[in-house]
Structures are given as C-alpha cells and as structure tokens.
Nanobody, 130 residues
Framework: FQLQASGGGLVETGGSLTLSCKAA????????IGWFRQAPGKAREGVSC???????HIADVVKGRFGISRENDVNTVYLRMSDLKPDDAATYYC?????????????????????????WGQGTLVTVSS
C-alpha cells in the first residue's frame, strides 16, 4: 500500500519536468493526493495537493510555476513543474491524504499538513543546475 513517485532528473534552471505518482495495488481515484519535497539538510516543504474531485491547491512557494492534475483512468497524479529554480532541487514524494487533507492552508504549512499524510513511498530526485 505505497505510492511510487517518478519522473525526476537533472534539468537546467528555467526548465520543466513532469512528475508522476502511481499506486500499483490500489486505486487512487477516491483519495486526495499530496506532493511534498525535501532537500538535503532542509525541512520538508509542502508543494501541492488535489482532491478526489479534482480541486487543486498549490503552495505559495511554487504558485504560478507548478500545476497538479490527475488521470484516474491510468491511476496517476501528475505534478507539472516549469521555470525550475535551484531552490526547487529536492526529493519529491507523493502521499495519500486523510479526510479533508487537501486545503490551501495545509500545503503552506507542512508541519500541520504532515498529520494528514497517509501512505507514501520512495520519492523521485529533482536536480536543477544553475
């Protein structure tokens, strides 16, 4: 009962990447899904979430550059990242969210938001060259 994030890699400053979040053994369709990231030596940081009905919230730190969407037919949630900056370099994780775990206040406060985290798995590393 884990999620698998993929799609990370090395990108130049200003470049774009799309990350995918999949589950191998259960359906994501009825879950809100969140993305958070963690860089070496830094605290976790909320990035984005999307409810089961498709309502999305983006953290202020990446607003205007990142977007989130879901395709239930292929059991996948996507994080589209553009205009990447060196500060975006981190390991990105996706997680199921409990109850009403996808609201704007949560994605901007990971300490509180993490209490809503359900299951996550191995993250995907994003490296941004300057």
């Amino acid at each position: 009962f884990q999620l698998q994030a993929s799609g990370g890699g090395l990108v130049e400053t200003g470049g774009s990447l799309t990350l995918s979040c999949k589950a191998a053994d259960f359906s994501l369709e009825y879950y809100s899904i969140g993305w958070f990231r963690q860089a070496p030596g830094k605290a976790r940081e909320g990035v984005s979430c999307i409810t089961s009905s498709g309502i999305a919230h983006i953290a202020d730190v990446v607003k205007g550059r990142f977007g989130i969407s879901r395709e239930n037919d292929v059991n996948t949630v996507y994080l589209r990242m553009s205009d990447l900056k060196p500060d975006d370099a981190a390991t990105y994780y996706c997680t199921t969210l409990k109850g009403n775990g996808c609201i704007s206040a949560y994605v901007n406060n990971v300490e509180t938001w993490s209490l809503q985290f359900g299951s996550w798995g191995q993250g995907t590393l994003v490296t941004v060259s300057s």
